[in-house]
């Protein structure tokens, strides 16, 4: 059982920058395809970005590419979400998630089997 615990929002300003973090509970986590994603309200779970389990392979949704950057600390269980730009669009509650049965990209939410409990993201003009 993986547990996954995000922390990092807030309010900020449109420009602004964020970091998120999201530590799991088990060392399972370091083999494991990790990702973020994002939901607004009304709207449906956004994929923002997927890295593989060693961190060096990353995948981008279009709306984030440029200005977000996920990184991962295999040693700390952590993986972090830089989010630098913001716009008042990426106002939501942003979700870590993780699929221990791949070590690649993972886009599908459909393939992970862990998320956290969100962390609200707000942008204020």
């Known amino acids: 059982q993986v547990q996954l615990v995000e922390s990092g929002g807030g309010l900020v300003q449109a420009g602004g920058s964020l970091r998120l973090s999201c530590a799991a509970s088990t060392r399972t986590f370091s083999r494991s395809a990790m990702g973020w994603f994002r939901q607004a309200p009304g709207k449906v779970r956004q994929f923002i970005v997927g890295?593989?389990?060693?961190?060096?392979?990353?995948y981008y949704a279009d709306s984030v590419k440029g200005r977000f950057t996920i990184s991962r600390d295999n040693a700390k269980n952590t993986v972090y979400l830089q989010m630098n730009s913001l716009k008042l669009e990426d106002t939501a509650n942003y979700y870590c998630a993780a699929a221990p049965k791949y070590e690649g990209l993972v886009v599908s939410p459909l393939l992970y089997d862990y998320w956290g409990q969100g962390t609200q993201v707000t942008v204020s003009s």
């Open positions: 890295v593989n389990w060693s961190g060096g392979d990353t």
